[in-house]
């Protein structure tokens, strides 16, 4: 099958919530396209049952009038926290400030009235009283210690959630939003209470370990937290459908990055429980890169189903009580629609449950703009490159330090974002031979453990007339992170591993006879840092190009007395920089350092970023759109072939500057969006458009040649080409 045949079949992946004839009989979340959630401030760390004044006026009714005339298509209300439900519940405490009243019951008869589904949040970690009063449900450590605030999800405390559901799906809702699956954001990465133990020594015949011992017995370990998250998503949601088909059922993931083991969640495995997956993002947690990448990430998992993306009015969090520009909201929103996703807007009331109107108002101009807009989000995505995402590497390579893999994978994402290098997501539990072959490009970011089947793959993608990009120590590592004496790509890369440096601040030189397409905006026989992963590798059938070029080292530093942390000058050559490979109909090209790495440094200078941007035009020329425009500016493209329309969606993160924050400097706080920036783009395609138009500012553009040039002045812009 080849690539474009692919990305039709995938046509679902890309093309919006239709709202065309018959689209009342399709489940809501695929005629949605924006939502709201809303739920209290002040139980979040904790509650006295005696303080009535929170959530006193936490009413149901209002907030489904506030979020329908702000234009929500759903509502997800909050029916059950940490703390309290927020109904009335037979089976745990309901919150004290409310009385007689049942928030569940008023929002579900508020949007039978105006005909908007509403949505049960329920919470299963984040103890609280139930915990207090249930510990028989509690995850304990190695040595039978309780652990605070988590419970463990095969201690039978599923028959809670289930009876919850049972008592939430009377009232008539419409579905299920689950939050807090995971199995903690820290240490241990285990339960070791009695349930969690038989079922161990059940499945694998042995004692389980002590704690993280990176051995068969932890590996199985894992393997279990990861088979006790995906059981009891299952048994949730098999309950939830016996109970009532219709209702639909989600989980809050936590399988993308900078989620690593700690959660109990993989990628694909724990993306596909529920009627579709629903991710999280923002600035605060995910930075401004993470919007995007954290839908294609989701998209990814769950290969033709709709995802859902949440994200907050909030400047830091989601409790934080304070309200972003709308421009800031504006951007996050259309980063998110034009990478698929339909969004929920998270708002947290005030102490007592009160509503903030500006917000409402802001939330409100946010959504019409965007729903104004939803013809153009119809297509399939035109993506270049495929960032492989090796789970194994993240779990037995990075282990408790998931930078050692996210920052190659991430900075890849960097790279080719701010390069305009159309981009997309292979998670390596579903990356089949079509997946990969939709792709011209496959980049393996410092994906140190790979598999014998996944190198066949690969093997087979290049054969087929693929391009593969390697870069760092990918491959050069065994099943449980070990160091390989040679590599497992060897046979691609056309070149031997003599032996990874172990430092990180190596340096690359190119020469001024290396391809020209490689030395765009690079300065020719000039040593550069490139800070990340770094081989040696000895040349066989691949042609080498440059030099890698291992750091200086002081005396000091040779005798232990001074750290290496600080980047030192580049020192002697020690091997080929790049190796390109002519392999049956396709190439290898392999970088002996980390441009990815770098690119998500502490040193991320525009070179090793644009090292990563050139090779992927080196090996794949002709591309189907070339997109020029500021660094600062997003393009997400997709197809229409049905009626020939090409469509870019420009974003701008046009954030404020920033001063120095008040705590853990240099860790500065991003500024907000105020403004809509102003700038020139130009779109490439291999023929000349028949006609182009920026879609709905109705800014003047020009055709030049086979080019369409513009001059953008918002947040979010279209430009729509007929080809």
Not at 176 to 203: S, T
Not at 363 to 382: K, N, Q, T, W, Y
Request: hydrophobic share 40%; charged share 20%.
């Amino acid at each position: 099958m080849n690539r474009w045949a692919f990305a039709l079949l995938m046509l679902t992946w890309f093309v919006p919530a239709p709202r065309a004839h018959g689209a009342e009989d399709a489940p809501w979340y695929m005629r949605s396209l924006v939502g709201m959630e809303v739920g209290p401030t002040g139980a979040q760390f904790g509650s006295d049952p005696s303080d009535v004044g929170y959530a006193a006026r936490f009413d149901g009714a209002e907030v489904v009038r506030r979020c329908a005339d702000a234009g929500s298509e759903y509502v997800v209300i909050w029916a059950r926290d940490g703390e309290y439900a927020y109904y009335d519940s037979k089976v745990v405490s309901k919150c004290p400030g409310l009385g007689g009243r049942d928030v569940l019951r008023e929002a579900v008869e508020e949007g039978a009235h105006r005909g908007i589904p509403i949505i049960a949040y329920c919470v299963v970690q984040q103890g609280g009283h139930f915990l207090e009063r249930h510990p028989e449900f509690a995850m304990r450590g190695a040595d039978g210690a309780i652990i605070p605030g988590r419970f463990c999800l095969n201690s039978g405390y599923l028959e809670t959630l289930k009876a919850l559901a049972t008592e939430m799906i009377a009232y008539g809702i419409a579905g299920f939003h689950i939050d807090m699956l995971d199995q903690g954001f820290g240490r241990p990465y285990g339960c070791w209470c009695e349930a969690c133990r038989r079922l161990f020594e059940a499945e694998y015949h042995a004692k389980m370990p002590s704690g993280a011992t990176w051995d068969e017995g932890w590996d199985h370990m894992l393997a279990f937290r990861y088979a006790t998250s995906r059981r009891f998503e299952r048994a949730l949601h098999d309950h939830i459908k016996s109970v009532k088909p219709s209702v639909t059922v989600d989980f809050n993931y936590h399988g993308n990055p900078p989620f690593s083991v700690e959660v109990g969640q993989r990628p694909v495995a724990h993306g596909e429980n529920g009627d579709f997956l629903t991710g999280e993002t923002g600035v605060w947690g995910f930075s401004a890169l993470g919007v995007g990448l954290n839908a294609e990430f989701y998209r990814a998992a769950t290969p033709g189903k709709r995802f859902q993306v949440a994200m907050q009015r909030g400047v830091r969090m989601y409790h934080d009580q304070t309200t972003r520009p709308l421009n800031d909201i504006r951007w996050e929103l259309s980063t998110l629609l034009a990478h698929g996703a339909f969004v929920t807007m998270v708002d947290k009331t005030g102490y007592d449950g009160s509503l903030d109107p500006v917000a409402y108002r802001r939330i409100g101009e946010a959504f019409r703009d965007a729903r104004s807009g939803r013809g153009d989000l119809a297509g399939v995505p035109v993506q270049d490159v495929a960032i492989y995402f090796s789970s194994r590497t993240r779990d037995w390579f990075a282990r408790e330090e998931p930078a050692r893999m996210f920052r190659s994978f991430q900075g890849a994402h960097r790279a080719m974002v701010l390069e305009h290098v159309p981009w997309g997501v292979a998670l390596d539990e579903n990356a089949a031979e079509a997946t990969l072959g939709a792709f011209p490009v496959v980049l393996l970011p410092n994906a140190a453990i790979l598999s014998d089947e996944e190198v066949a793959r690969l093997t087979r993608y290049v054969g087929a007339g693929g391009s593969l990009i390697v870069t760092g120590w990918s491959g050069t590592h065994g099943w449980r992170g070990e160091p390989r004496k040679g590599s497992s790509l060897e046979a691609l890369i056309g070149a031997r591993l003599v032996r990874r440096l172990d430092s990180e601040d190596n340096h690359v030189r190119l020469p001024a006879t290396a391809p020209s397409a490689l030395l765009a905006g690079i300065e020719p026989a000039w040593s550069f840092l490139v800070e990340g992963p770094a081989c040696v590798y000895e040349p066989a059938a691949a042609k080498p190009i440059g030099e890698l070029m291992a750091p200086h080292r002081t005396v000091r530093q040779e005798q232990g007395k001074e750290g290496t942390g600080w980047p030192m000058s580049a020192g002697e050559p020690v091997g080929p920089a790049v190796l390109l490979h002519e392999l049956g109909k396709g190439r290898v090209l392999t970088f002996a350092a980390s441009p990815d790495a770098a690119t998500a440094g502490e040193h991320p200078i525009v070179e090793a970023r644009k090292l990563l941007a050139n090779a992927v035009r080196l090996v794949h020329p002709s591309p189907r759109v070339r997109v020029e425009a500021p660094a600062f500016v997003e393009s997400v493209v997709a197809d229409e072939p049905a009626t020939r329309t090409l469509r870019v969606h420009l974003i701008a993160y046009a954030s404020t500057p920033a001063t120095t924050p008040a705590t853990n400097r240099p860790a500065v706080i991003p500024g907000l969006i105020e403004d809509a920036p102003m700038y020139r783009v130009r779109v490439t395609l291999p023929s000349s458009p028949r006609s182009a138009r920026a879609g709905r500012a109705g800014q003047p553009v020009a055709i030049e040649g086979s080019s369409v040039v513009a001059t953008l002045g918002d947040v979010h812009e279209v430009i729509v080409i007929q080809y």
